[in-house]
């Protein structure tokens, strides 16, 4: 009696023999096809992409068609195999003398690449051409590179080279300039299931849909990944693979039930959050696992609220569709944002967390708390409010707005100049008097009447070096039409008035002179910038809204202080204009 012949595993039972049977690569097929037909075939490849996407079957099939030759006739370079040829076989199960693959992570130094190349000038014993498939070429050693170059760039006419690597980044760029790139991409995860449900058809086993989805989003867009996961289901559920099966195999959480979590977490239901991940832990859910599959869904419910229609729902149950698109009319961006921030941060902290359960638990009471703080428009409507009540402080008549409207927002948290005093305000012109004004300017130059007028011309001309030293070290004392005169503060540069003169000069067309009295002179334009600064803080503390705001979260601090846009008009009005520096705000 004959022993019973060995079982093959799904992913090498299953590998593609030719380019239709690629799936999710139909750009490279494409590019391929077009090449072989127009006989522009390249003498080397690199082939890239993740693990178990098909980088060597790819290569076997490209050295397939460089020798495929009919059983009767010639032949010539294909990839349409109408029919096995007579190296077909030999080559897709890896054993024909002319084809050699090499694993580069075990074969890394010169010895193993001066064989290639000394192998390389003797013509291929039965095949058309010698093809070298090297796997994970990037583990290849600097001095195995360097030797490879030369036979890379010029090889004989009979050779061939295809590259295959995960890490394409690792391959020096001298080595890719000299082959032609295929970048395989992830299988889309609608075409992964269609695949493992046609091979379930094939093999006569029965899979739930519903375990078909989870073991498309365990693979992560991996063929080989898939069928290995879908070949472990089987011997699992002997036979029939359901959802269960999957979960108990993988240690994944019911989806469902990740959406139950999610919404307990968004309710900051912190006890009923932290029992429901307990329960799962318990079914046998990996805790980085279930963190994974909220910061997930949190992803798809953020895109269905943004962008309706573009989220990506081929792995995503009926269930959650439904469930995740009623939660996205219901919950803020910001809330769903500030989630997905803490889930981001807290699947590292598991990974990492000597007891990953623990610091599960620890993430979901963030996002419970999280889910309880007001967003900081609600937190400063709230307040609003309390300040329009009857005893809260509302705002003093005159101060606009009518009776329930919200005051105007504290000071923003940007600290720009409001003013400098010594500039001017220049009502907005017409069109036609502006056009006039430029063409005077460009044959007159720039009129400076002022300290500020001299600064921000400065600052238009990109002259950084010049306005910075005449921020801090010049005290203007008087400004004419061709004079300056100025003091200088210690630490001013002894050249300085040479430059300003030299700068004006340049910058008008006309002779300027520059004195240096002894007189003190009005204050540094940072001096004056120093004192709006202390100013707009000392508005903004005693602000009743900010005040309420500090009150409400203990330890928070005004960092910096930005006037409102309206302050800035009336001192416009006033005859107080912006401080130069913030034309380029």
């Excluded at 309710?267 to 990996?286: F, I, N, P, V």
């Excluded at 439904?322 to 989630?339: D, K, N, Q």
């Excluded at 101060?399 to 001017?424: D, E, F, T």
């Amino acid at each position: 009696m004959s022993a019973a012949p060995g079982y093959q595993v799904l992913a090498r039972k299953y590998r593609p023999s030719g380019f239709d049977d690629l799936i999710g690569q139909e750009a490279m097929v494409r590019t391929l096809k077009n090449a072989f037909r127009a006989g522009r075939i390249p003498h080397a490849w690199m082939l890239t992409g993740v693990r178990g996407i098909g980088k060597t079957t790819t290569a076997r099939i490209l050295a397939r068609g460089l020798n495929y030759q009919p059983k009767e006739g010639e032949g010539a370079p294909t990839v349409e195999f109408s029919e096995e040829g007579v190296h077909c076989r030999a080559i897709m199960e890896g054993r024909h003398p002319d084809v050699m693959e090499m694993d580069a992570a075990s074969h890394t130094g010169i010895d193993d690449i001066r064989d290639i190349i000394d192998s390389a000038r003797y013509a291929p014993t039965s095949a058309r051409y010698k093809v070298y498939i090297i796997d994970e070429v990037h583990m290849l050693s600097k001095a195995a590179f360097n030797g490879l170059l030369k036979t890379l760039e010029e090889p004989p006419p009979h050779v061939k080279f295809i590259f295959a690597t995960t890490e394409i980044r690792k391959v020096p760029v001298t080595v890719l300039s000299r082959c032609q790139r295929f970048d395989l991409k992830r299988v889309d995860a609608a075409e992964l299931i269609a695949h493992l449900n046609s091979i379930a058809g094939k093999e006569g086993f029965e899979v739930e849909a519903e375990a078909l989805r989870m073991v498309a989003r365990a693979a992560e867009g991996s063929v080989r990944d898939a069928l290995s996961i879908l070949d472990q289901a089987v011997a699992h559920g002997a036979g029939r693979v359901g959802a269960d099966t999957v979960h108990d195999m993988l240690g994944l959480a019911d989806r469902a039930r990740i959406v139950d979590l999610f919404e307990e977490v968004m309710k900051g239901d912190t006890a009923s959050a932290l029992a429901e991940l307990r329960l799962q832990h318990e079914r046998g859910a990996d805790p980085v696992t279930v963190l994974t599959d909220l910061a997930e869904f949190c992803h798809y419910v953020t895109v269905s609220k943004l962008a309706p229609g573009t989220a990506p729902s081929s792995a995503i149950s009926e269930t959650e569709r439904v469930r995740g698109e009623a939660l996205a009319g219901t919950l803020a961006v910001s809330v769903l944002s500030r989630a997905w921030q803490i889930l981001l941060k807290g699947i590292q902290e598991a990974q990492l967390a000597a007891h990953p359960e623990q610091a599960a638990d620890m993430v979901i009471v963030r996002l419970c708390h999280a889910a309880n703080l007001p967003t900081p428009e609600e937190a400063l409507k709230a307040l609003a409010d309390e300040q329009d009540r009857p005893g809260g402080g509302a705002r003093p008549a005159g101060s606009g707005g009518s009776g329930g409207s919200a005051p105007p927002p504290p000071p923003q948290a940007r600290l720009v100049q409001s003013g400098n005093g010594g500039a001017r305000t220049r009502p907005e012109p017409s069109p036609q008097t502006a056009a006039a004004a430029r063409a005077a300017e460009v044959q007159a130059g720039p009129r400076l009447q002022s300290f500020a007028d001299i600064v921000a011309e400065g600052r238009a001309r990109r002259d950084i070096r010049l306005v910075n030293a005449l921020e801090r070290f010049v005290r203007p004392v008087k400004v004419e039409d061709g004079r300056v005169e100025i003091a200088l503060d210690e630490g001013a540069l002894a050249d300085l008035p040479q430059r300003l003169s030299a700068a004006l000069s340049q910058w008008t067309g006309q002779r300027w002179v520059v004195i240096v009295s002894q007189a003190s002179g009005a204050q540094t334009l940072r001096e004056v910038k120093q004192a709006e600064d202390a100013r707009l803080m000392a508005e903004a503390e005693a602000d009743p809204i900010v005040q309420k705001v500090l009150e409400r979260f203990p330890g928070a601090e005004i960092v910096a202080v930005r006037s409102r846009p309206e302050d800035d008009d009336n001192d416009d009005e006033a005859g107080e204009a912006p401080d130069p520096s913030r034309e380029d705000e």
